[in-house]
């Protein structure tokens, strides 16, 4: 794969377990590929479209996924660690287990994503369209959301110590049982329109 592929449909293949590492690809659309268990570090895809791709299990290592389309796919206890996913958008897809340590996730599209028992750490989400997202029960730690669209964002039970919580509003927002920490605190209660005094 490389160059020669750019524009062009890919539909159906069979790519179980593949090592994509160093891949270049640019304007494809996969098509119902399956890439469960495929592994790739440093591939590059640029405004590439995967529509019903399976990533089941796959890992993928400083991977960079830039103004990408993700349609109907299944990301079933996908891993990405130090990627760059900034400015793509994800429509009707399934996150069970996923796993983001670190990279950049900023502008990312999630609005009305299901993203109950995923684990984000230490991720750049800024200017993330998160509207409407279900995070029930999901850790989401250390992340940077500044910026960010959270309006009728679903955080029940969900871990959100050491993350930019400047732009959640806590009224337009479900947050019964989510943990954060006294600094957090502070700043949703701040958000509510209440004076912090200390001491």
Do not use: I
């Amino acid at each position: 794969m490389g160059a020669e592929e750019l524009d062009r449909t890919v539909r159906g293949e069979d790519w179980y377990g593949r090592d994509l590492s160093g891949e270049v690809l640019e304007g494809v659309e996969l098509v119902d590929v399956d890439l469960t268990e495929a592994l790739a570090t440093g591939a590059t895809f640029t405004r590439c479209t995967f529509r019903g791709v399976r990533f089941n299990a796959s890992s993928w290592t400083e991977c960079a996924f830039t103004s990408c389309r993700f349609q109907r796919c299944n990301l079933f206890d996908a891993g990405f660690e130090r990627c760059k996913l900034v400015g793509s958008t994800f429509d009707d897809c399934r996150f069970d287990l996923v796993r983001v340590d670190r990279g950049d996730w900023s502008f990312v599209g999630l609005r009305r994503a299901d993203l109950g028992g995923v684990r984000f750490e230490g991720a750049r989400l800024r200017e993330a369209d998160l509207t409407e997202a279900r995070a029930r029960d999901a850790v989401l730690v250390g992340l940077d959301l500044s910026g960010a669209e959270l309006g009728h964002v679903d955080l029940r039970g969900a871990d959100l110590r050491g993350s930019d919580l400047s732009a959640l509003d806590p009224r337009a927002a479900l947050l019964d049982g989510a943990t954060v920490d006294a600094a957090q605190a502070a700043v949703l209660v701040e958000n509510l329109g209440l004076v912090v005094v200390q001491g």
